[in-house]
Antibody, heavy 118, light 107 residues
């Protein structure tokens, strides 16, 4: 059974940093691209970052480029999202998701809440 | 960025009814379109990818279609477990973008 379990969320002040993690199981992690998608409270979905299966390439929207870094440890089947210079508009539930084909997202974790507030 | 305009924003309907949700892309995305369902308090689930292909385990009452840059999700006979919010997503070009969602409710 495919499982994605996020952790590391919490309350952080504006301008500070936070790193969230996603542990994968039930599939061969290093065969798949992975992605982070977020959802602000009561709002829709926003793609945040994607990474190739080897970790050799990463992709971001302009809203987080230069502030967020996606990475992975294939030996540990773990995906990361390092978030720097956090803003109030980054407040959201962050989901990690598996990318089975191109840019579709077939399995999602339960999400981890990140709140940016003073 | 490619804009995905989803309609309606909300829909109140009855069990066993036919439901259609549409998504208009602001430019050509070919068949690079997916639909997701999010039940209350849960993570989104992939329903359809490549405009018409059903994801694993998705009931056959769900179907997808395309006419030009307009994409549709059809639920042929609404069941109570179909209640939730539905999102379209274009997978053609980064940044990958989602529609604003359609909230499906029972009358």
């Amino acid at each position: 059974e495919v499982q994605l379990v996020e952790s590391g969320g919490g309350l952080v002040q504006p301008g500070r940093s936070l790193k969230v993690s996603c542990v994968a199981s039930g599939f061969t992690f290093n065969n798949y691209w992975m992605t982070w998608i977020r959802q602000a409270p009561g709002k829709g979905l926003e793609w945040v970052a994607s990474i190739t299966n080897t970790g050799g390439s990463t992709y971001y929207p302009d809203s987080v480029k230069g502030r967020f870094t996606i990475s992975r440890d294939n030996a540990e089947s773990t995906l990361y999202l390092q978030m720097n210079s956090l803003r109030s508009e980054d407040t959201a539930t962050y989901y990690c998701s598996r990318v089975p084909d191109w840019a579709y997202f077939d399995y999602w974790g339960q999400g981890v809440m990140v709140t940016v507030s003073s | 960025d490619i804009q995905m305009t989803q309609s309606p924003a909300s829909l109140s309907t009855s069990l066993e009814e036919i439901v259609t949700i549409t998504c208009q892309a602001s430019q050509n995305i070919g068949n690079w379109l997916a639909w997701y369902q999010q039940k209350p308090g849960k993570s989104p689930q992939l329903l359809i990818y490549g405009t018409t292909s059903l994801a694993d385990g998705v009931p056959s009452r769900f179907s997808g279609s395309r006419s030009g840059t307009q994409y549709s999700l059809k639920i042929s006979r609404l069941q109570v477990e179909d209640i939730g919010i539905y999102y379209c997503q274009q997978a053609s070009t980064t940044p990958y973008t989602f529609g604003a969602g359609t909230k499906l409710e029972l009358k």
